[in-house]
């Protein structure tokens, strides 16, 4: 069963920092790039980084640029996000996923179990981990 499983979530004080760790089971990293999107409450799923379709370089968004960090552990099969400097409105549910689709209909974008990150679009979303910053 192909699975990606989110972990490493939890409550930290503005500043500080954590690491969520993506499992994938049933199929290797190896030939996959990871994308890492968040929503906050009340909000849209957006994309945190992911592959850039446009380069090939991993995409950062501007809001976690310089703070948050890819980094891959071939032999466990995870990537992690590292995330330093942690402020409160970075307090939302982590999901990472594969790619799915590189174009969808108009009709499709309107479905919000799509998202989109470096010109791809995910939708195979699991439970995701909790990331909460405050005092």
């Known amino acids: 069963q192909v699975q990606l499983v989110e972990s490493g979530g939890g409550l930290v004080q503005p500043g500080g920092s954590l690491r969520l760790s993506c499992a994938a089971s049933?199929?290797?990293?190896?030939?996959?790039?990871i994308g890492w999107f968040r929503q906050a409450p009340g909000k849209e799923r957006e994309g945190v980084s992911c592959?850039?379709?446009?380069?090939?370089?991993?995409y950062y968004a501007d809001f976690v640029k310089g703070r948050f960090t890819i980094s891959r552990d071939n032999v466990k099969n995870t990537e992690y996000l590292q995330m330093n400097s942690l402020k409160p409105e970075d307090t939302a549910v982590y999901y990472c996923?594969?790619?799915?689709?590189?174009?969808?209909?108009?009709?499709?974008?309107?479905?919000?179990?799509?998202?989109?990150?470096?010109?791809?679009?995910?939708?195979?979303w699991g439970q995701g981990t909790q990331v909460t910053v405050s005092s």
């Open positions: 996923a594969i790619p799915t689709r590189a174009t969808l209909s108009t009709e499709e974008r309107s479905d919000s179990s799509w998202s989109e990150c470096g010109g791809f679009w995910y939708a195979d």
């Open positions: 049933g199929f290797s990293l190896d030939y996959y790039k």
């Open positions: 592959l850039s379709g446009s380069d090939g370089a991993q």
